[in-house]
């Protein structure tokens, strides 16, 4: 018995890892293969992966559902454009490390308000700061210029080694920046995979799953609590940066509720029970809204409709429901429990 | 010795007087029984003194220190753990991983890192050696919430256990456990703690065992402490009798 549970681990691991190998082929060779357009969709969709897997260190490793993740993606990507308007600054690393900062504070001091509750409480608490965000985005119309919003050209990447100008500077863009983006992906996906992997990714699902016995055994619940936050604001801050070159003008629509909806339903698409469900969520969701929008006015409803199909029907996901017809089909799980 | 004191501890819910005005000394090395009917105010009186409630009067002293103000937290770290009346356990993780995160809580490692939990062959081994302690080392891999129910009680006491208490609190370690099973949980929690030389506080329903693990007996009414003595003291008390049995006879 023993021997086989090590060969179906064995086997378990080396399907990851070939999976981990062709996708990662896959991703070097996607600009080769596909238009511009398919590798810039692919980069919109890494960039909500990064934001969705912050996302899930708090939702699916903690137990906390924040309404107003939107916060923490708008000041990454409104640091980075207010940094190019008011300081002249075009440097994509500038544009992260002051967006990771900013984020980082911004979370911070949310935590430190937000994570006292839980549940609703949790959820509302956090959508309403977030709104204060986004009232001082649409009301400072001298600064943010308002609905208006600011336009970013492109930024240089590689500490100004790689430049954007003249004929052909959006394919040569989209193709670079596809790659920079794939590199912070990988990144980012490898740290949080060790955070959730860590005693601390441990002892934050045990918080998730019994608060009281958790502060018994002599954790800081509301510690690890703003440290997940901490974490989860701060990527999504990332994110936020990564994005603004993708689409080079914001807006508060960034800040706005909705977009905080839309973090909690890519994730909630792929699966938050897994920590590859909300990669696979965000890329999903990148083209379904896209080929929705492009297809129908009505785009919203459909996501809607979408949504509720998924809740009554798929309730753990793209990647869990994958995970089920695998154990039905008795192969190897090749999804990273949480 | 008195490792635990408390004086004039005072709880009241609205009307009802649920701790008033309790005196009670706990030695060190002692195996005592808190017994009384539902309502008597023992899980209150626990309550108070893990300070997962907060008294409304009174003090409590560990090792002749005034805790009264401590944080749950401050209290564990002195020793002073408790296990809960419905098993609390984290349902998700193995029974392993249940012990290996009291583990890591108690070695300060729980916001740690750099390393893979998995992989802390130190906190695992320590984890595996209480699982056997506890007879539960061929459960070390079952998903905690898919336990039955008498292994469950077994795992909660042995979390507690894992944090290496002084002074340790079981809430009904026994209740909902066939007759059978109670004598199988109570002989390895006897054996356990007394190897350990936990000093060790019981809420128990069951006669039988209180009168067979008990050093100790403290009795409790309506919020107060109606007796406090040996087995054979409590055995022939007739109030207790009166108020436990609603009969004069002793037990």
């Known amino acids: 018995m023993k021997g086989d549970a090590i060969t179906s681990r064995g086997g378990a691991i080396s399907l990851r890892l070939a999976v981990a190998a062709i996708l990662g082929c896959a991703l070097l060779a996607i600009p080769q293969l596909v238009s511009p357009y398919q590798t810039l969709l692919l980069t919109y969709g890494l960039v909500m992966a990064i934001a969705a897997l912050g996302f899930n260190l708090l939702l699916g490793y903690t137990g906390l559902l924040s309404f107003g993740h939107s916060a923490f993606f708008g000041t990454?990507?409104?640091?980075?454009?207010?940094?190019?308007?008011?300081?002249?600054?075009?440097?994509?690393?500038?544009?992260?490390?002051?967006?990771?900062?900013?984020?980082?504070?911004?979370?911070?001091?949310?935590?430190?308000?937000?994570?006292?509750?839980?549940?609703?409480?949790?959820?509302?608490?956090?959508?309403?700061?977030?709104?204060?965000l986004?009232?001082?985005?649409?009301?400072?119309?001298?600064?943010?210029?308002?609905?208006?919003?600011?336009?970013?050209?492109?930024?240089?990447?590689?500490?100004?080694?790689?430049?954007?100008?003249?004929?052909?500077?959006?394919?040569?863009?989209?193709?670079?920046?596809?790659?920079?983006?794939?590199?912070?992906?990988?990144?980012?996906?490898?740290?949080?995979?060790?955070?959730?992997?860590?005693p601390f990714g441990k002892t934050l699902q045990s918080i998730r799953d019994n608060q009281t016995r958790a502060e018994f055994i002599g954790i800081r619940v509301r510690l690890c609590r703003w440290m997940a936050f901490l974490f989860s604001g701060t990527f999504t801050g990332l994110a936020g940066v990564l994005w603004l070159p993708l689409n080079r003008h914001v807006t508060p629509d960034v800040l706005y509720w909705p977009f905080s909806g839309e973090i909690v339903f890519l994730t909630v698409l792929g699966g938050f029970q897994s920590f590859s469900g909300p990669?696979?969520?965000?890329?999903?969701?990148?083209?379904?809204?896209?080929?929705?929008?492009?297809?129908?006015?009505?785009?919203?409803?459909?996501?809607?409709?979408?949504?509720?199909?998924?809740?009554?029907?798929?309730?753990?996901g793209i990647v869990g429901t994958l995970e089920l017809l695998a154990a039905r089909l008795k192969w190897p799980s090749f999804k990273p429990r949480i | 010795m008195a490792l635990l004191q408390?004086?004039?501890?005072?709880?009241?819910?609205?009307?009802?007087?649920?701790?008033?005005?309790?005196?009670?000394?706990?030695?060190?090395?002692?195996?005592?029984?808190?017994?009384?009917?539902?309502?008597?105010?023992?899980?209150?009186?626990?309550?108070?003194?893990?300070?997962?409630?907060?008294?409304?009067?009174?003090?409590?002293?560990?090792?002749?220190?005034?805790?009264?103000?401590?944080?749950?937290?401050?209290?564990?770290?002195?020793?002073?753990v408790r296990s809960f009346q419905l098993a609390s356990l984290f349902d998700t993780f193995t029974v392993l991983d249940n012990v290996a995160q009291a583990v890591f809580s108690r070695e300060g490692k729980s916001i740690r890192l750099g390393t893979a939990a998995d992989r802390n062959a130190g906190v695992r081994g320590e984890a595996r050696q209480v699982l056997e302690e506890f007879g539960l080392q061929t459960r070390a891999d079952s998903i905690a919430g898919k336990l039955p129910h008498g292994e469950r009680k077994l795992l909660d006491v042995a979390v507690a256990y894992a944090l290496r208490p002084k002074l340790l609190f079981l809430d009904e370690p026994t209740s909902g456990v066939s007759t059978r099973d109670k004598n199988t949980i109570m002989d390895t929690i006897a054996a356990v703690v007394r190897a350990g030389k936990i000093t060790t506080v019981a809420i128990e329903h069951d006669m039988d065992v209180v009168f067979k693990y008990s050093d100790r007996i403290i009795a409790m009414h309506q919020g107060r402490i109606l007796a406090d003595g040996s087995p054979d003291a409590i055995r022939g008390n007739e109030e207790v009798a009166l108020n436990l049995l609603g009969t004069s006879a002793t037990i």
């Open chain 1, 76 to 132: 990454g990507a409104y640091t980075a454009a207010l940094m190019a308007k008011y300081l002249g600054i075009h440097s994509m690393e500038t544009f992260i490390l002051a967006g990771l900062a900013t984020a980082f504070l911004m979370s911070a001091l949310f935590g430190v308000v937000c994570v006292r509750h839980t549940r609703i409480f949790f959820a509302i608490l956090v959508m309403a700061l977030s709104q204060v």
């Open chain 2, 6 to 80: 408390t004086k004039n501890l005072t709880k009241h819910f609205g009307e009802s007087r649920a701790v008033d005005g309790v005196d009670i000394v706990i030695d060190e090395g002692e195996f005592v029984s808190l017994i009384g009917s539902n309502g008597a105010g023992k899980t209150t009186l626990v309550n108070l003194i893990s300070a997962y409630l907060e008294p409304d009067a009174g003090e409590i002293f560990f090792r002749h220190q005034n805790i009264s103000q401590w944080s749950p937290i401050a209290r564990i770290k002195v020793g002073i």
């Open chain 1, 279 to 316: 990669i696979v969520g965000a890329l999903a969701f990148s083209y379904l809204k896209t080929y929705a929008v492009a297809w129908t006015e009505y785009w919203q409803f459909l996501l809607g409709a979408v949504l509720i199909f998924l809740v009554m029907a798929l309730p753990t």
């Open chain 1, 134 to 198: 986004w009232t001082l985005a649409y009301k400072f119309y001298g600064i943010t210029n308002g609905t208006d919003g600011l336009n970013v050209p492109f930024p240089t990447l590689l500490g100004g080694s790689l430049t954007f100008r003249g004929a052909g500077a959006y394919q040569r863009f989209i193709v670079a920046y596809y790659y920079y983006v794939a590199v912070l992906f990988l990144l980012s996906a490898a740290v949080m995979w060790m955070i959730t992997q860590s």
